[in-house]
């Protein structure tokens, strides 16, 4: 019974989604990303302001539309977000998006998360065939 168990953990913990983090960094003005393409679901964007004045990191499209709170120069915040498959517009909404039209804009690509792997059933051990007998 332990045995059931265990796997029965194994399975859930194995299964649990974990968010991808994608690295941003801000300037004047420009943005960043780690990565420009990632899996869909839920993703942490660490964003990071090197500039020498406030921005902000919002993204849209595919129903999603959240951003940042706004962020001083020199300082951090973060947020995450479950993407669907599909194009994303990331830019900085600040100064009536005046930011965004001097380049603070770039393109996110979600892609269709892989299928897990399917799993294979190990055959019965001497001890689960005693069991089974009993």
Aim: proline fraction near 5%.
């Amino acid at each position: 019974m332990r045995f059931f168990v265990a796997l029965a953990a194994v399975a859930i913990s194995s299964t649990a989604a974990v968010a991808q983090a994608v690295p941003v960094t801000l300037t004047e003005f420009k943005i960043e990303m780690g990565r420009d393409t990632v899996s869909a679901g839920t993703v942490k964007f660490n964003i990071k302001n090197e500039g020498a004045t406030t921005h902000g990191f919002y993204i849209k499209g595919e129903g999603a539309n959240k951003g940042s709170r706004e962020i001083a120069a020199g300082e951090s915040a973060s947020f995450s977000l479950a993407l669907k498959p599909g194009t994303y517009e990331v830019y900085c909404p600040l100064a009536d998006l005046s930011h965004k039209k001097a380049g603070m804009s770039r393109t996110l690509v979600v892609v269709a998360a892989a299928a897990p792997a399917p799993t294979k059933k190990k055959p019965p051990t001497s001890q689960h065939l005693d069991a089974q007998r009993r």
